[in-house]
Structures are given as C-alpha cells and as structure tokens.
T-cell receptor
Framework: GIQVEQSPPDLILQEGANSTLRCNFSDSVNNLQWFHQNPWGQLINLFYIPSGTKQNGRLSATTVATERYSLLYISSSQTTDSGVYFCAVLYSGGGADGLTFGKGTHLIIQP | DAGVTQSPTHLIKTRGQQVTLRCSPKSGHDTVSWYQQALGQGPQFIFQYYEEEERQRGNFPDRFSGHQFPNYSSELNVNALLLGDSALYLC??????????????FGEGSRLTVL
C-alpha cells in the first residue's frame, strides 16, 4: 500500500517561532488532508489539499503532487498549537477508500 | 451545523466481551468510515459504509463488523475483545461527491480499554 512519512517526528519550539512540517508519500493521491489532534484525541481539519497552496490565518500548506510531498507551515507559534499533526492521503489507484495516515509530528510550543 | 458525534466517549471492557460504538455523521454527509488509533500511532482504516453497505475494508479481522442505518448513522461492533483492541476508535464522515473527491471530518472518538 501507499506509504506516508512525516518529519520531523518531534519538534520543540518557543512561542513566536515558525515551523515547517513535511509529509512525503510514495504514490499518486486523490486526497491529502492535514489534521491537528488535540489532547482529547479529536482530529481537527486544517487543510484539504491534494494539490496547490492554501492559507488559513497563521497556517498555510502546499502540496506538490508530482513530487509527492506536502508541507505545513505554522507561523508565529502559540502554545495552543501544541499537539500532534497528521498528514493523511487517499491513494488514487483505486480500490482504497480509507485514508492512510503518517505517524505524525509531535509539536510542543513552550511559552 | 452538528459535527460528527460518537458515543460512548470512554468505556472499559474485559477480554472476550463484545462492544458496540456509535456514530452520527456530520449533517448532510452520507458516508461513514471507522478508524482505530493505538497509543502513539496514526489512525488505521477499519472500514467504510455507504448506502448501508460495507464498501471497503482495511486489514482488520472479522471480529470487527459494522452497520449503517437509513439515517446514515453507523455502529462499529467488536467481538471477542483482546487486550490489543484497546485504542481510540474514530468515526469520520464525508459526502459522496465522486470517489476521488472526499474531505473527511472526524468525531472526538471513543476510547476503549480492554482489561
């Protein structure tokens, strides 16, 4: 099946810093989503971005589908940005309706 | 606009028992998927229901079964519970807009502990 690798696995930053999270995937995809998992376990939708660039406030994301990677940018980090960030993809080759998740990036923002 | 709701939020079972988890999709959505998330891991796809039928299934044994009702809500059943079934079970809903265009929205999950 399709492989999804996220880096870095862990990231500790001071409040106000900027960060870039990366997601590499091994095959063509129809769907790519970025999620933030809060401490209670809920996955919060950040971006639906199978290709192109999107921005939402301090967050932005870029997916280069031809090169099989996506980047999530967080600017001016706040302590509430802490948590685990997941990238998830849907293989475009058919026969798969479930998202494949990476192992996540655990982000800690220190005050 | 009601989001995806799941119940119960927490439950404890013993080995060999059976459990049923419930999910109501986001308003306007017709497709429900279930995921299992073990501690420290990313969620793994269990199966997906559309038009009251299981459409796709991940690498999970037959002990995991499900159902979708006419109102699009869904249940996940796990029989003969094992210690390894302890996990956060997440339900996701989406709207069938064509197989390649589908944004998923997740509920808060049901945390199952098997003793």
């Amino acid at each position: 099946g399709i492989q999804v690798e996220q880096s870095p696995p862990d990231l500790i930053l001071q409040e106000g810093a900027n960060s870039t999270l990366r997601c590499n995937f091994s095959d063509s995809v129809n769907n790519l989503q970025w999620f933030h998992q809060n401490p209670w376990g809920q996955l919060i939708n950040l971006f639906y971005i199978p290709s192109g660039t999107k921005q939402n406030g301090r967050l932005s994301a870029t997916t280069v589908a031809t090169e099989r990677y996506s980047l999530l940018y967080i600017s001016s980090s706040q302590t509430t940005d802490s948590g685990v960030y997941f990238c998830a993809v849907l293989y475009s080759g058919g026969g798969a309706d479930g998202l494949t998740f990476g192992k996540g990036t655990h982000l800690i923002i220190q005050p | 606009d009601a989001g995806v709701t799941q119940s119960p939020t927490h439950l404890i079972k013993t080995r060999g028992q059976q459990v049923t988890l419930r999910c109501s999709p986001k308003s306007g959505h017709d497709t429900v998927s279930w995921y299992q998330q073990a501690l420290g891991q990313g969620p793994q796809f269990i199966f997906q229901y559309y038009e009251e039928e299981e459409r796709q299934r991940g690498n999970f044994p037959d002990r995991f079964s499900g159902h979708q009702f006419p109102n699009y809500s869904s249940e996940l059943n796990v029989n003969a519970l094992l210690l390894g079934d302890s996990a956060l079970y997440l339900c996701a809903s989406s709207l069938e807009q064509g197989r390649s265009v589908r944004e998923l929205f997740f509920g808060e999950g049901s945390r199952l502990t098997v003793l």
